[in-house]
């Protein structure tokens, strides 16, 4: 999810910097309405990580084997689906600007243009150590092929 924040907080940037039709393009409607929903789903997903991390500290092996191999499945199915939503809306919001490698596209452009060209490998970028949430956004998109 930490991909997923950064990835909102640019689109926050973007869309008080960007202006449209004499206003900041968070002035529209859709764009708050978007800009929503992405952060009540990125939210609810880090509250969940932190639930079960709170309850695995808690719980014996045992028991963390017993109770929480089903939420912790379901948790990254949603992690996976609420990162392909979030790329989805940057992508939206972004414009062009979202598949650029520099300027203010260049925080999403990774894994945007990796979501839109669906390639067979992750680009390097993908292997810095900074962003180990990149893979899980890596394998989410290819899940879809």
């Known amino acids: 999810m930490t991909f997923s924040r950064l990835l909102l907080e640019e689109c926050f940037k973007w869309a008080n910097q960007r202006m449209v039709f004499g206003k900041a393009l968070i002035e529209q409607p859709v764009i708050r309405n978007k800009l929503a929903h992405m952060t009540a789903q990125v939210e609810a997903v880090q509250n969940w990580i932190e639930n079960l991390t709170h309850q695995m500290n808690r719980m ?86």
């Open 60 to 145: 014996s092996h045992q028991e963390q084997a017993a109770n929480l191999a089903g939420p912790i499945a379901l948790l990254k199915l949603q992690s996976t689906r609420v990162s392909q939503y979030v790329q989805d809306e940057a992508c939206q919001i972004f414009g062009g600007r979202a598949i650029t490698r520099t300027g203010m596209g260049q925080v999403g452009a990774p894994a945007l243009s990796l979501h839109l060209s669906h390639t067979q490998t992750p680009p390097d970028i993908f292997k810095a150590s900074a962003y180990p949430s990149f893979k899980v956004v890596w394998a989410a998109t290819r899940a879809g092929d």
